[in-house]
């Protein structure tokens, strides 16, 4: 498959480099064309003060032609993009899933008991076992 790794976070809508188990995972999601004008990406809405996008906007907007679409409508048509080492197998391999996040059950170490949180879920391709990318717990 050969995944091309990002070069800057300016053409990503997500990016984390993290520990799961003995493994690890590095999973982004690049910025797709406007679909009206296809001549600029995506992006959110930027801070008149700073110049930086809004980390909670809940739209997309082309810099261009200014078309928006909500947040969660747009994320739904990315796919995400993983290079990972399986903490089960240890086998090393790359992936492609859809960028939509799926409620599953992960043990938290601090509350001793299974919590119900947001993650990127997919499958290692050589044991099969369940990966899950989770949102950073607080």
Do not use: H
């Amino acid at each position: 498959m050969a995944l091309k790794e990002p070069s800057s976070m300016d053409e990503l809508v997500y990016f984390t480099n993290r520990k799961v188990g003995n493994g690890n995972v590095m999973a982004w999601v690049y910025r797709k064309e406007c679909p009206k004008c296809g001549k600029a990406l995506m992006g959110k809405l930027k801070d008149e003060k700073t110049g930086k996008p809004k980390i909670r906007a809940t739209e997309y907007v082309c810099p261009e032609c200014n078309y928006t679409v909500g947040k969660q409508e747009y994320e739904d048509t990315l796919t995400c993009e993983i290079k990972y080492t399986c903490p089960k197998c240890s086998y090393e391999g790359e992936a492609e899933v859809p960028f939509i996040r799926k409620k599953t059950q992960v043990f938290d170490e601090e509350k001793q008991k299974k919590v119900s949180v947001d993650a990127v879920v997919f499958n290692c391709s050589k044991c099969n076992d369940k990966i899950a990318i989770t949102k950073k717990m607080k």
